[in-house]
């Protein structure tokens, strides 16, 4: 079955810049979203279409495709950016979540 | 204003059948391109995605659970229902509604509701 793969980890100090990967079979023919969930809390979307932000997240957090990998960018990374990100996309009619990355902001 | 609200029981029976509503507001389950799909998330784990409905009332669950699970909608009444049968254990998780507007992604969650499978 189609799968969305993501690094278990990525540290960052604050101020710096974090990278994170999505790879996916199927990534470049589908939109990669991105969904950013602090302890506690239900997740929040923070890229969609692969390069798009809503309204209300702030423009430090960008998405870019290349190939099959999609990645979130954090620019001057917060304390506050702490927290698991989850890359999602469509398989035809059904839904794939990627494993999950924990930010830490060091 | 948007909003999705989850509700139902906090403990369920091993093989008991678990059913979770999804109360919307602020949009309706009949606009076109609209859905909303169950997501859940056993604790300290990843998010795994259940089931959709369309706003066609076409509907799609996961290759994994499809045998137990059961997604309908009440568009008057603003809900989606979710059942699932003969739960275990590992069923354990908090449970997401979220609203997909017709492209990729799921713009509103809900704050999620906690079921506990255990005897």
């Known amino acids: 079955s189609y799968a969305l793969t993501q690094p278990p980890s990525v540290s960052v100090s604050p101020g710096q810049t974090a990278s994170i990967s999505c790879s996916g079979d199927k990534l470049g023919d589908q939109y990669a979203s991105w969904y950013q969930q602090k302890a506690g809390q239900s997740p929040v979307l923070v890229i969609y279409q692969e390069t798009k932000r809503p309204s209300g997240i702030p423009e430090r957090f960008s998405g870019s495709i290349s190939g099959n990998t999609a990645t979130l960018t954090i620019s001057g990374t917060q304390a506050m950016d702490e927290a698991d990100y989850y890359c999602?996309?469509?398989?035809?009619?059904?839904?794939?979540f990627g494993g999950g990355t924990k930010l830490t902001v060091l | 204003q948007v909003t999705l609200k989850e509700s139902g029981p906090v403990l369920v029976r091993p093989t008991e059948t678990l059913t979770l509503t999804c109360t919307v507001s602020?949009?309706?389950?009949?606009?076109?391109?609209?859905?909303v799909s169950w997501i859940r998330q056993p604790p300290g784990k990843a998010l795994e995605w259940l089931a959709h409905i369309f706003s066609d009332d076409e509907k799609s669950y996961s290759k994994s659970l499809k045998s137990r699970l059961t997604i309908s909608k009440d568009t008057s009444e603003g809900q989606v229902v979710l059942t699932m049968t003969n739960v275990d254990p590992v069923d354990t998780a908090t449970y997401y509604c979220a609203r997909w507007k017709g492209s990729n992604e799921f713009d509103y969650w809900g704050q999620g509701t906690l079921v506990t499978v255990s005897s």
């Open positions: 602020g949009f309706s389950l009949n606009n076109a391109r609209m859905g």
């Open positions: 999602q996309a469509w398989d035809s009619t059904t839904v794939v």
